[in-house]
T-cell receptor
Framework: DVKVTQSSRYLVKRTGEKVFLECVQD?????MFWYRQDPGLGLRLIYF???????EKGDIPEGYSVSREKKERFSLILESASTNQTSMYLC???????????????FGDGTRLSIL | AQKITQTQPGMFVQEKEAVTLDCTYD???????LFWYKQPSSGEMIFLIY??????QNATEGRYSLNFQKARKSTNLVISASQLGDSAMYFC????????????FGAGTRLFVKA
């Protein structure tokens, strides 16, 4: 079974702080993704990566950056946290390397982040 | 632009009955994939079922099946014999070539199963 582990289930930070959300997968997947989930909006893609040290902007990258130094780990960084970044953050991974239409994504349990 | 629409914010169903969750999509691509995910209150997203645009048969996985109507651009999820554990959010999603193989998600439908 694929396991995607997010470092925290709940996180509370202050405005202006630099926040790190960590995600690790154990199935040697090339592809990793960060989404945020808000009521009524579904999941929106922040950043994704198809390989180590590679990153691509998703639909809402503003205010975020990512790091992928190792294949199994994909970190989401909030450079200077703001209250409008309070949300549920979901990490996902998938296989294979080449983009495909039929491979499902495997998700972590999510991190509920509150910015005060 | 590609879009997924789930028009039912919430649905109620009696235990042991069947329920249909609606999903329509918009894409100009001929080749695309459609997914359904379940999200229990615990938070993790669980992949349920997949339908390819060229699949001639409706997809089925246990109690889950899809009513795929390509001309109408709809892919409704049917859950048969509902169980209390089916209470969750359900998301429809699509991936197409034009979208750079990114997956786009609908807003979700919250299903409540009544005992």
């Amino acid at each position: 079974d694929v396991k995607v582990t997010q470092s925290s289930r709940y996180l509370v930070k202050r405005t202006g702080e630099k926040v790190f959300l960590e995600c690790v997968q154990d199935m040697d997947h090339e592809n990793m993704f960060w989404y945020r989930q808000d009521p009524g909006l579904g999941l929106r893609l922040i950043y994704f990566s198809y390989d180590v040290k590679m990153k691509e902007k998703g639909d809402i990258p503003e205010g975020y950056s990512v790091s992928r130094e190792k294949k199994e780990r994909f970190s989401l960084i909030l450079e200077s946290a703001s209250t409008n970044q309070t949300s549920m953050y979901l990490c996902a991974s998938s296989f294979p390397h080449a983009p495909s239409l039929n491979q499902p994504q495997h998700f972590g349990d999510g991190t509920r982040l509150s910015i005060l | 632009a590609q879009k997924i629409t789930q028009t039912q914010p919430g649905m109620f169903v009696q235990e042991k009955e069947a329920v249909t969750l609606d999903c329509t999509y918009d894409t100009s691509d001929q080749s695309y994939g459609l997914f359904w995910y379940k999200q229990p209150s615990s938070g993790e997203m669980i992949f349920l079922i997949y339908q390819g645009s060229y699949d001639e048969q409706n997809a089925t996985e246990g109690r889950y099946s899809l009513n795929f109507q390509k001309a109408r651009k709809s892919t409704n999820l049917v859950i048969s014999a509902s169980q209390l554990g089916d209470s969750a959010m359900y998301f429809c999603a699509m991936r197409a070539v034009t979208g750079g193989f990114k997956t786009i998600f609908g807003a979700g439908t919250r299903l409540f199963v009544k005992a």
